[in-house]
């Protein structure tokens, strides 16, 4: 099994959530999803109360949060489960 298609646990969202509460970032949690070839670093898609909704990369290892983009039309977030139709 690879290491992305691994779930996210619920003790690492609760610390990816600690991660971002620190950082001060507030919003809905929509999407948690692990970064390939990682087990200590996920992409979380948020949104925010007027429903925007952006990607950010975090880092448990490196205790970090990046943003990475906003989610449009143009750009997209694919989850794994896409594949399964």
Known sequence: MNLADKEVTQIEMMKIIALFRKEGFKGEYETFQRVSGTDREFFVVMSNEQGIKALFR????????????????????VTEDADAS
């Open 58 to 77: 975090a880092s448990l290892m490196l205790n970090a949060v990046e943003f990475q983009y906003v989610l449009d039309d143009k750009h997209t977030f």
